[in-house]
């Protein structure tokens, strides 16, 4: 083959492979997430049915997680789009650059590849509520007259706990001296309130609840709280992936005002109607897109649910007794790795385990492989403990015969030493696969999915059919993993070794 023949044959073969990244990269889901709040789960249904009306396909994460959560996701392609605003942009994830200006913080966006589009149309600034009768009570109009009040009880989002233009820095501008503050979900705040366990918490200026629980909100006098505008950001390369969709995104602009933000939330917290369908029904009426939507019945969720959860579990599992089995192992023939081992895998288990599913973000993005992977490690320290002491206590006896009849170390463990020990082993699977069930529903906070994902919609909207929906299950699964490994135990390990000293 000539030289020049060669050239041109690398040629086509580089243009055909560029060709199909192509094709490969313009046929990719348009991806979407949301925060955990209801108005951004409304916000993202509407952008799942425009970019479906528009002709692209969607892969759509509703209450995917917090601010910095979805930001990190969007700046490592995680996801493509979301909901956020303008205020928390400047305050909170840009705060270190102190941007004055739209402008300032459409070029530092633009410099991470993230476009910002314009207003959606309404400010959901942030506030501080009280029940009317108290705040009149006490003479409380204005955040400044907190101060007067030192034993106030606040409860506050926990975001807001700890966000730049949160608490920390409201307890400064105002000087505010009470003490007894504590972090809470943001709806379970609202009930706090109603039952008077708190006395103010923060709340989204759109929020529903301010009216249904009939709330004050206390006038911020000393304007610490900037002006929070609705917008989209997008990675800059959706443009050209997806331009069908994000012109039709951009007819959302300007077209929400707070009072028609406030009517859609109303909807879905007081009246019971689903994120999706209020969406759509804005949408028509808005826009008049015609957009259809079909939502899954309560057994295709909870089917859904199912395998995301029995995946969660399985494979974390199964990857947990590949090695877990082996280290403990290790541990009881090498006695100087012994106590590393064990406290390495103590010390994970000491972890938080929402912190643990946290950390994994930033290694492996959202969904299910971080959840999988923090599952994993939480399963561990059962499996390599109860291996370890399985061998450990086998009389020294048996061993001393099984080491007399000539046989070597592995023989040893494959035919006395693991088969007696097959007890206690199977009892650390056991247990950890029952923890692994329960601690699962805690990757629906990062987008896994599960069980956990109706427990958090439930929490969020007061629904405690949906807490239902997921918690139920959650302890029938275990109660079922508990009794297989009861039923595998009387399979596997013989029935001399099941019977117990005095049988």
Same mark, same amino acid.
């Given at each position: 083959? =000539? ?59 509703? !209450? ?22 303008? $205020? ?12 004055? $200006? ?14 910002? @589009?314009?207003?959606?149309? *309404?400010?959901?600034?942030? $506030? ?31 975001? *807001?706990? @700890?966000? $730049? ?53 206390? %006038?911020?006098?000393?304007?610490? *709280? ?27 602009? !300007? ?52 395998? %995301? ?6 494979? =974390? ?83 001393? @015969?099984?080491?007399?009849? !000539? ?24 247990? =950890? ?51 297989? *490994? ?18």
């Amino acid at each position: 083959m =000539s030289r020049r023949l060669k050239t041109w044959l690398a040629l086509a073969i580089v243009g055909a492979l560029a060709a199909g990244a192509a094709r490969a990269e313009e046929s990719r889901p348009v991806r979407i997430g949301t925060k955990e709040f209801t108005e951004s789960v409304i916000l993202g249904d509407m952008l799942d049915l425009l970019a479906r009306d528009a002709g692209n396909a969607t892969e759509f994460r509703p !209450g995917l997680g917090g601010t910095r959560v979805l930001w990190d996701a969007l700046r490592t392609d995680r996801i493509d789009i979301y909901p956020e605003y303008t $205020g928390t942009l400047i305050q909170e994830i840009l705060s270190s650059e102190r941007l004055a $200006g739209e402008a300032a913080l459409r070029a530092a966006l633009a410099e991470r590849g993230i476009v910002m @589009s314009r207003s959606l149309g *309404f400010n959901n600034t942030y $506030g501080v509520g009280m029940q009317k009768d108290v705040a009149s009570r006490l003479g409380i109009r204005t955040i400044s007259d907190l101060a007067r009040h030192p034993e106030l009880r606040f409860g506050f989002s926990n975001e *807001f706990m @700890s966000r $730049g233009d949160g608490w920390p820095s409201l307890r400064d501008r105002y000087r505010l001296p009470q003490s007894s503050v504590k972090g809470l979900e943001h709806d379970l705040a609202y009930r706090g309130l109603a039952a008077g366990s708190i006395d103010a918490t923060d709340v989204y200026t759109t929020d529903a609840e301010i009216a249904y629980y009939d709330l004050a909100v206390l %006038e911020d006098d000393l304007h610490h *709280f900037p002006v929070y505008d609705a917008v989209w950001l997008y990675r800059a390369d959706l443009a050209r992936r997806a331009p069908a969709a994000v012109a039709a995104f951009r007819r959302l602009e !300007g077209a929400i005002d707070a009072r028609a933000m406030t009517r859609l939330n109303a909807r879905v917290k007081i009246e019971r109607e689903t994120e999706k369908a209020v969406a759509a029904d804005f949408l028509r009426r808005r826009l008049g897109a015609d957009v259809e939507i079909t939502e899954e019945t309560w057994l295709q969720r909870f089917l859904r649910h199912t395998l %995301e959860h029995l995946t969660l579990v399985g494979i =974390s599992l199964a990857a947990a007794i590949l090695l877990a089995v082996p280290l403990g192992i290790a541990a009881f023939c090498v006695p100087r790795v012994a106590q590393p081992i064990l406290a390495v895998v103590g010390l994970i288990q000491t972890i938080p385990s929402l912190a643990l599913f946290v950390f994994m973000i930033p290694l492996l993005g959202i969904g299910g492989p971080p959840a999988v992977v923090a599952l994993f490690l939480y399963s561990l320290l059962p499996i390599v403990r109860n291996t370890y002491a399985g061998l450990q206590d086998i009389a020294g006896d048996i061993r001393e @015969s099984a080491a007399a009849l !000539g046989l070597p170390l592995f023989a040893r463990l494959r035919l006395v030493e693991l088969p007696i020990a097959g007890r206690a082993i199977l009892s650390g699977i056991k247990t =950890s696969a029952v923890i692994n069930v329960g601690t699962a529903t805690l990757g629906a906070l990062i987008g896994a999915g599960g069980y956990g994902q109706p427990i958090l919609t439930g929490i969020r909207l007061n629904d405690i059919g949906l807490i239902l929906q997921g918690a139920v299950p959650s302890a029938v699964l275990a109660l079922l993993i508990q009794g297989a *490994f009861e039923l595998l135990e009387r399979v596997i390990v013989p029935r001399g070794l099941r019977l117990k000293p005095n049988d």
